[in-house]
């Protein structure tokens, strides 16, 4: 039996996903890849009831609510996310700052203008998220690169993110009729880490087991002991250019 220190393996499921969906020795996206596992979870596991639950521990249910500024009419659509993506600031940044700019209210005019039912013409409207519901495992995505003129370029820029957090840092995204309570708690466990830039780089992430305070630094299959202090360090900034960034948090629900 395999104790603990050592890493579970990995070749073959890695073999199971070049063969399915992506190619050997190119540049992958680490929230892509994570999609394309819960994808191939529901094709591929028989029991449809299982694969409904494994997609469930990752669902994030918002719903689009587009208001004519004319007539007032909302659209309100229901929607699912599996991870939640997060633009940055080129400056600090705290992860409750952008989950606050992720669902703030953002009017739409001239160009942007969006066609009403109501009032059956494009009209000047209001865009906004509402955050429903949230799974027992929420998956962050911070979005690092960006695409200027053509041209790629990852953001280093410090984000900083807790190791607990409730669920009153969602307050400015819940609507009126929302039943999250905001005594419920998350607790990270996992930061999946992007070393280098858009260019060339390197996945690597920081594990703390279930239970366990000890955290783990995972680089392919070398695992060895670490600490919050150097998970801290992925936070970011201007003095890590190139360095290792936090670009996947895995916060697991308290019960």
Not at 78 to 85: R, T
Not at 87 to 110: G, H, M, Y
Not at 122 to 138: A, D, M
Request: glycine share 4%.
């Amino acid at each position: 039996m395999r104790g603990k220190s050592y890493p579970a393996p990995y070749k073959d499921f890695l073999n199971c996903l070049y063969r399915q969906a992506i190619q050997r020795w190119t540049e992958q996206d680490a929230d892509e890849i994570f999609h394309i596992i819960l994808s191939l979870s529901q094709k591929q596991i028989a029991d449809a009831v299982l694969a409904q639950e494994i997609s469930s521990l990752f669902e994030i249910k918002v719903e689009t609510q587009v208001g004519c500024l004319n007539c007032k009419f909302i659209q309100r659509m229901p929607n699912s996310l599996f991870s939640l993506p997060l633009a940055i600031c080129e400056r600090e940044n705290s992860l409750e700052n952008c989950i606050n700019s992720f669902f703030q209210l953002q009017k739409l005019v001239d160009s942007e203008k969006v066609y009403c039912d109501k009032c059956e013409k494009r009209q000047p409207s209001t865009y906004e998220l509402k955050l429903v519901s949230l799974p027992p495992i929420l998956c962050v995505h911070l979005k690092r690169f960006r695409n200027d003129n053509g041209y790629p370029r990852k953001l280093y820029n410090k984000v900083a993110f807790p190791e607990t957090f409730s669920t009153g840092i969602f307050s400015a995204g819940k609507s009126e009729a929302d039943c999250l309570r905001s005594d419920e708690h998350y607790s990270l466990y996992a930061v999946v880490v992007h070393k280098g830039t858009t260019v060339s780089g390197h996945y690597t992430a920081f594990i703390r087991p279930n239970q366990e305070k000890m955290w783990y630094y995972a680089d392919d299959s070398c695992v060895r002991p670490s600490t919050w202090a150097d998970v801290q360090g992925t936070y970011g900034g201007y003095r890590q250019h190139y360095g290792e960034t936090a670009y996947l948090l895995l916060y697991r629900k308290k019960s």
